[in-house]
């Protein structure tokens, strides 16, 4: 049975809702609906499903994009209606004759909607009929469409060739997993994520014939064992690459200061090494070059001058060129498939304006979608919620998570010179009691910049150890607690583990995850599998899942920014900081203008 149905603008005034429903939701899906989905650029989706307690519904909407109107109808699940789609076609083309933007109140529609409504039902029946008729029984396939309704989105599949076996999808789907970026939704299709990576063994194959390989007699050469010096003094004196600095602690942070500077996130914002006189060419040269050059986008598609409405295969050719140019920018595959499905989306059936390319249409609308999804939805501002945690004395407690070897440690570092320079109290807890060589980095950068560092050595319980801490910051009246944790791929389930816990026992402000710039489509594997375990190993109704991104590496990828766009697409979570360097100060925040330019030029 069909729950509800409603008509609203797009700025939120509620038209119409059919009152012969009268259901009352349990929850808030159109809230949910609007925040996960439309706001987020991804109303490409067939549907969407929300889950509540006691309640469980699928969500299908259209648009009316020239009078910026939504159509949305809700339904239980486990009913599977058939006529949605239909009726709400139906609403759309009787309610857009009779819309008028002076008026609000549309009681009159309530009996256009009744027989709109039989007539959807009856064609629903006559269909079911005629395919009980004519179509054999197949149940591998409904097995499978069964296995795709249980993701959050749902998509046409068009992807899929026809070569697949039906063996394979079933794997395909049995190993990919649900993002839960909301308490009472899912954000992306579980059936739309890559599965990217693959078993590694041993080839069977290839031994036998390596061993006649005369290109690979060069590595079997034996090596010479080095003696060992028992009686002498090690140098250790060789492998130490970092600054002298007295043990007495005789250097302080305006020492530091004035030997590596201020740090830049207090600076105007950039987006990359070389894009800053990119970009003030680019804005000098607006007014100039807006009718006389639009870069490769128009010189390639040359449009129609005032057509009438938009079609989706007009929207095809730009949004083509526009997909392969995202991914030249190291965006991931499926996330500029979905951009561009948004995008057509919101451009269907509006009227083109006289002497406008659809090309430069076509790409304003991307621009815009890529600004709303880079600016973040929620403002975080450390510092303030900083001095607020001060006056309820207790420490601001961030904690940096992430794969191996992204620089956890070093922009950690980066954080708390910033955090220093603010006159903050800052702490370090060692908390990577995994990998060798962890707390003496720490212990370093502590010594460095003359803080606290809070360590219990290795082979230590890493939620303890942060528990610890942050009591000894309490005590001490440390403002900050920077949380360093051991560096683990998405797939390493003890480990996964463990940090579940250290986040759950421990309620951190902010989980930072901490991903490199460099990384294309991997970051979105890495982010969904990260935020997949931390839900699926609490015990909270409320899961804590990662709360901001920090980039790093960001100076060695010239303008493939698109790791950028991946992460908080995917996540939902803004990135906070940008590590663009090797010294203390290159810390920056990001410009999302600077960015989207990047990405479109």
């Known amino acids: 049975m069909l729950e509800q149905l409603l008509i609203f603008t797009r700025g939120g005034l509620i038209l119409w809702t059919c009152k012969e429903l009268g259901n009352a939701l349990k929850g808030s899906p159109i809230d949910t609906l609007i925040r996960s989905c439309l706001l987020e650029e991804r109303s490409g989706a067939a549907s969407y499903n929300y889950d509540a307690p006691g309640a469980a519904y699928t969500l299908k909407w259209?648009?009316?994009?020239?009078?910026?109107?939504?159509?949305?109808?809700?339904?239980?699940r486990i009913l599977h209606l058939l006529y949605v789609d239909d009726l709400l076609a139906m609403v759309k083309q009787e309610f857009s004759a009779i819309y008028d933007p002076k008026r609000t109140v549309y009681n009159d529609f309530d009996d256009v909607f009744r027989q709109l409504r039989k007539e959807a039902e009856a064609r629903a029946e006559?269909?079911?009929?005629?395919?009980?008729?004519?179509?054999?029984?197949?149940?591998?396939?409904?097995?499978?469409?069964?296995?795709v309704q249980k993701s959050g989105f749902q998509g046409d599949n068009k992807k899929k060739s026809s070569g697949e076996s039906d063996g394979g999808d079933g794997e395909n789907l049995k190993g990919r997993p649900k993002k839960n970026g909301h308490s009472n939704g899912n954000h992306v299709a579980a059936d739309e994520l890559p599965t990217t990576y693959v078993a590694n063994g041993k080839a069977n194959g290839g031994s036998n014939n390596g061993a006649f390989d005369i290109s690979k007699e060069e590595p079997k050469k034996k090596i010479t064992k080095k003696n060992r010096v028992w009686d002498e003094k090690p140098p250790e004196s060789k492998l130490d690459f970092t600054d002298p600095v007295s043990e007495n602690g005789d250097e302080n942070i305006a020492v530091v200061a004035a030997d590596v500077g201020e740090s830049m996130m207090d600076k105007d914002e950039i987006v990359s090494s070389d894009s800053e006189?990119?970009?003030e060419e680019e804005e000098g040269n607006d007014s100039k070059t807006d009718t006389k050059k639009k870069g490769w986008f128009s010189s390639m598609f040359q449009s129609i001058a005032g057509k009438a409405n938009l079609e989706k295969a007009d929207l095809e050719p730009a949004l083509k060129a526009l997909k392969d140019k995202l991914m030249t920018k190291n965006v991931a595959e499926?996330?500029?498939?979905?951009?561009?499905?948004?995008?057509?989306?919101?451009?269907?059936?509006?009227?083109?304006?006289?002497?406008?390319?659809?090309?430069?249409?076509?790409?304003?609308?991307?621009?815009?979608?890529?600004?709303?999804?880079?600016?973040?939805?929620?403002?975080?501002?450390?510092?303030?919620?900083?001095?607020?945690?001060?006056e309820q004395r207790k420490p601001y407690v961030v904690v940096f998570v992430g794969v191996n070897g992204v620089g956890k440690s070093t922009n950690l570092a980066k954080v708390a010179y910033w955090l220093l320079q603010h006159k903050v109290n800052v702490m370090m807890a060692a908390c990577d009691t995994f990998r060798s060589g962890a707390v003496e980095q720490l212990r370093t950068h502590a010594r460095r910049l003359q803080i606290p560092i809070f360590e219990k050595g290795y082979e230590k319980d890493p939620a303890i150890v942060a528990k610890e801490a942050i009591q000894e910051a309490t005590r001490n009246g440390s403002d900050v607690v920077l949380v360093d944790t051991a560096g683990r791929m998405q797939d390493n389930e003890p480990l996964m583990r463990a940090l579940s816990k250290l986040i759950n026992l421990n309620s951190p402000d902010l989980v930072l995850f901490v991903g490199e710039a460099l990384v294309g489509n991997d970051a979105v594997d890495q982010l969904l599998k990260f935020n997949q375990?931390?839900?699926?190993?609490?015990?909270?109704?409320?899961?804590?899942?990662?709360?901001?991104?920090?980039?790093t590496k960001f100076d060695t990828i010239d303008d493939k920014v698109g790791a950028a766009l991946s992460m908080v697409y995917i996540s939902g979570a803004p990135v906070m900081f940008v590590g663009c360097g090797q010294s203390y100060t290159d810390l920056k925040k990001l410009n999302v203008k600077a960015i989207v330019k990047t990405l479109l030029k």
């Open 62 to 76: 259209t648009f009316h994009n020239e009078l910026g109107l939504v159509f949305v109808a809700v339904y239980q």
């Open 126 to 147: 006559e269909m079911k009929k005629s395919k009980l008729v004519s179509q054999p029984t197949n149940n591998n396939i409904g097995k499978k469409q069964g296995q």
């Open 533 to 551: 375990k931390l839900a699926d190993l609490s015990a909270s109704l409320n899961p804590r899942l990662i709360d901001g991104i920090l980039l």
């Open 277 to 279: 006189s990119e970009e």
């Open 334 to 390: 499926e996330i500029a498939e979905k951009l561009c499905e948004s995008v057509a989306a919101s451009l269907e059936g509006k009227k083109l304006a006289s002497f406008t390319r659809i090309s430069s249409t076509v790409q304003a609308a991307m621009e815009e979608a890529l600004v709303r999804i880079l600016t973040p939805r929620r403002s975080i501002d450390i510092l303030r919620d900083v001095h607020a945690a001060k």
